[in-house]
């Protein structure tokens, strides 16, 4: 279990980006964070991660401090990020740096294979499109099999198709070692398509606001008028956690406020 | 995952017709270059071959090509040349590998860097050889002054090219180390290394053009034998081709060593999406 206890966090300059942040997160669950910009829900991310301490507070995995980067915890960037020097198979298998060489290229191949990306194995990232880039990215972070993976808006750089296929071949990655997942999005659709729980983060300072448990099955139908249901009741949040007027639940929702910003 | 496929397509396409350019624009590309100094050179030897001018001060191609030979018959030109590669080959090692652990330490350690780096910009304003007469009072006249002048010239931008490459390695990317718990030597291996490749090779590359320009400056002062040794000779005994043939042996061995540079750096420069590969240049 990932507990994360009063968490805060006060720049050098004066700016408190996160205050007092508590939540506890089960082991295989996918919770996805959402808020305003200026939330903290990217130095929650990065305090999770171990890049950057909290001022204080406390992250603990398992009941084990995090205070800097852990094996049992992955992380995925809005941008791939990959090592331009490396093949992608290279890049794949960057975190496995250590284990005996014919055991990493198992892994490796069976990681781009799973990914769909096997005969891209000899190829060089700049040869990759975005949304192969990205999946070059979710192996890498996989392939040591991390309790907790660690996502800061990892597909806000790509178009609607690409970021649709992502995100369930994410779900569909999910399942082989279900791992706890978290995710900060701005998407509400994002949020809604892949998390078991919403926690909606309000600004300045960047504080826990609402939970919204999303108790739909899986695979969920995008369609589904549940789905449209839990959609609504996240954005009212969101607009509830920037002060905003709530107006009358039914006369508002047009398709266009489906991405949130 | 059909989006992605289709993405592929079309961007294979061109990069096939590219692959199989017409034979004109492989071979006549390079061709075209060569063009306007070879129609000099044989516009020249044209008018001295039919008298109109005797080519006493600038002499014809022929003249600078039977110079050369005669120097390479009567084993003089090996002597020079190996002389002056000597020189730059040490001044450049020298050069080198200061430039590259000074470079590497400013850039890496803050602390070294408001320290050091002042104080070598400061060294780096005064022209190089305006350190000749002390280099000489305090080295003598024979080689180690030399190469301690060459020296100066490489480390220079050597250690520029490797400060300034490290501190523009994206944070991004040692993040990436980071989440991955790396330590110090493996980030320096597998991350700061590869990242600060293609522009260390771009100052080795600056940093022997300037060795090049300093062994001549070196051999001038004062040398009984080397390409700037002839250079000097062929002025005071009034023989222009010798100069003729000391400068075209210059530029060939410049662009030789220049090209090893290149040819040794490239396997491990494969991976660059640069403008130059995609325009063919």
């Not at chain 2, 004109?24 to 008018?47: C, D, I, K, N, Q």
Request: proline share 6%; net charge positive.
């Amino acid at each position: 279990m990932l507990a994360l206890d009063r968490v805060s966090k006060t720049y050098p300059n004066g700016v408190q980006a996160l205050a007092r942040f508590s939540a506890e997160i089960r082991q295989g669950e996918i919770v996805a964070i959402i808020g305003g910009s200026g939330c903290g829900k990217s130095t929650l991310l990065r305090a999770i991660a171990g890049l950057d301490r909290a001022s204080s507070g406390t992250v603990t995995l398992d009941n084990e401090a995090i205070a800097a980067p852990h094996a049992k915890i992955g992380i995925i960037f809005q941008e791939p990020r990959l090592l331009p020097w490396l093949s992608v198979a290279d890049n794949i298998g960057f975190g496995l740096a250590d284990g005996p060489a014919t055991e990493r290229r198992e892994k490796v191949a069976r990681a781009l294979e799973r990914v769909g990306l096997a005969e891209k194995a000899q190829a060089w990232p700049r040869e990759l499109s975005g949304g192969q880039a990205q999946r070059v990215a979710i192996a890498r972070a996989l392939v040591p099999q991390p309790e907790v993976l660690l996502l800061d808006e990892p597909f806000s750089a790509l178009d609607a198709f690409t970021r649709r296929d992502l995100q369930d071949h994410l779900l569909d990655l999910w399942a082989d070692t279900r791992p706890t997942l978290i995710l900060v999005t701005h998407d509400v659709d994002e949020a809604v398509v892949l998390a078991d729980r919403v926690l909606v983060m309000r600004p300045r300072p960047g504080r826990l606001f609402d939970q919204i448990e999303i108790n739909l099955g899986r695979p969920r139908d995008r369609n589904a008028p549940l789905f449209e249901n839990f959609k609504r009741s996240v954005l009212t949040s969101l607009d509830r956690s920037l002060d905003r007027n709530v107006p009358d639940r039914d006369a508002t929702q047009g398709p266009g406020q489906a991405m949130w910003w | 995952m059909i989006s992605d496929a289709r993405v592929l397509q079309q961007t294979t396409e061109p990069a096939e017709s590219a692959a199989a350019p017409s034979w004109l624009s492989r071979y006549g590309r390079p061709l075209l270059g060569v063009l306007l100094p070879l129609t000099l050179a044989l516009g020249w030897e044209f008018l001295v071959w039919r008298g109109w001018s005797n080519g006493r001060l600038v002499p014809p191609p022929s003249r600078v090509f039977a110079t050369i030979v005669d120097l390479a018959r009567s084993g003089e030109l090996v002597r020079h040349i190996a002389a002056t590669l000597w020189r730059v080959g040490l001044g450049f090692a020298f050069g080198v590998v200061a430039g590259t652990l000074l470079g590497a330490i400013s850039g890496y350690w803050s602390l070294a860097r408001r320290l050091l780096d002042p104080t070598v910009q400061a060294l780096r304003a005064i022209p190089s050889l305006a350190w000749v007469p002390l280099f000489i009072l305090w080295l003598g006249i024979f080689e180690t002054s030399k190469i301690a002048l060459i020296a100066v010239g490489v480390f220079f931008p050597v250690y520029l090219g490797v400060m300034g490459a490290i501190l523009i390695v994206d944070r991004k990317i040692v993040e990436v180390g980071r989440t991955f718990r790396l330590s110090g030597p493996a980030m320096i291996r597998r991350i700061l290394l590869p990242a600060v490749l293609p522009a260390y090779v771009v100052s080795l590359r600056v940093g022997l053009g300037l060795g090049w320009m300093f062994v001549v400056a070196a051999e001038l002062i004062g040398a009984s034998e080397g390409l700037g040794y002839l250079l000097l000779d062929g002025q005071q005994l009034g023989k222009p081709a010798q100069i003729l043939a000391a400068i075209v042996i210059f530029a060939i061995l410049g662009k030789l060593t220049d090209g090893l540079i290149e040819i040794a750096a490239a396997p491990f420069l494969r991976w660059q999406d640069a403008f130059g590969r995609t325009t063919g240049a």
